[in-house]
């Protein structure tokens, strides 16, 4: 059997770019991502925009909520970056705004979304614009995942693994459930904290045909080690070393 190497993805604001910014996906793609990682949410008139969390703060530290302003509005504020260099600032982006380099990429986007609000809207914008192939949505527990499916059953997501469940339940319980969750919303895979990640998850999810996307991971040990074990993502903000590592894993 010809041996098979993770997708690698790229967390937003990669190689110490701001969160969620148009530098951060360039440099993504140009580093040799497979698929970009970003936060989705929604203004008060349907916009879905760029953006982890719901509240945001101008550069004179005033706060705003997104889910309360339109994206005219929004678009005019100067905010300070997640993730970038000590004082820089930027711009919300709207999805709308970086379907172009994503097309011109012909790679992935996952969509991480941040709340039950963009479920109908990210499904409208992935069918006009075609891109089934070239979505996956995160940010998907359970109930969020099982909306996700009654709203669209072609939207490809995966279901965000529970950690508490590892901390409650002994690991063959909470796997099991795991599993079982994810099936009941036609999700094609889990994602999951790599910290929780073992033998007995990646044997339960092959026996289920889920694949398995593992976040966070920063070290070129630990990719390394998950790369050997077989799971079919790694997310990591130093997508440069990541890429470097399968190369010479393929070696």
């Known amino acids: 059997m010809m041996k098979t190497y993770p997708l690698l993805t790229a967390h937003t604001g990669c190689m110490g770019t701001p969160d969620n910014s148009l530098l951060s996906i360039e440099t993504a793609f140009h580093s040799g991502a497979d698929i970009v990682e970003e936060d989705i949410l929604i203004t008060s008139d349907g916009v879905l925009v760029l953006s982890h969390d719901d509240s945001v ?77 070239q979505v996956i949505l995160s940010g998907c527990e359970t109930l969020r995942a099982q909306a996700v499916d009654r709203t669209n059953p072609r939207l490809r997501k995966l279901l965000n693994v529970d950690t508490s469940l590892f901390l409650m339940l002994n690991e063959r319980e909470a796997v099991r459930i795991s599993c079982e969750d994810a099936l009941s919303a036609n999700c094609f895979g889990l994602n999951v904290n790599y910290r929780i990640v073992g033998p007995e998850l990646l044997q339960a999810a092959a026996l289920n045909e889920l ?10 040990d630990e990719m390394k080690h998950f790369m050997e074990m077989g799971v079919g993502s790694i997310t990591s903000r130093n997508i440069s070393a990541l890429v470097q590592v399968r190369e010479g894993a393929k070696r």
Not at 211 to 220: A, F
């Open 57 to 133: 703060y101008s550069v004179d530290g005033r706060a705003y909520k997104i889910s309360h302003m339109s994206y005219a509005e929004l678009s005019k504020l100067e905010i300070k970056a997640h993730y970038g260099s000590p004082g820089e600032t930027m711009r919300i982006l709207s999805l709308a705004s970086v379907l172009p380099i994503l097309k011109a990429s012909g790679k992935k986007m996952n969509l991480d979304l941040k709340s039950d609000a963009c479920i109908e809207p990210v499904s409208r914008f992935v069918e006009q614009n075609e891109l089934i192939d």
């Open 211 to 220: 694949e398995v996307y593992i976040w966070t991971v920063n070290t070129e």
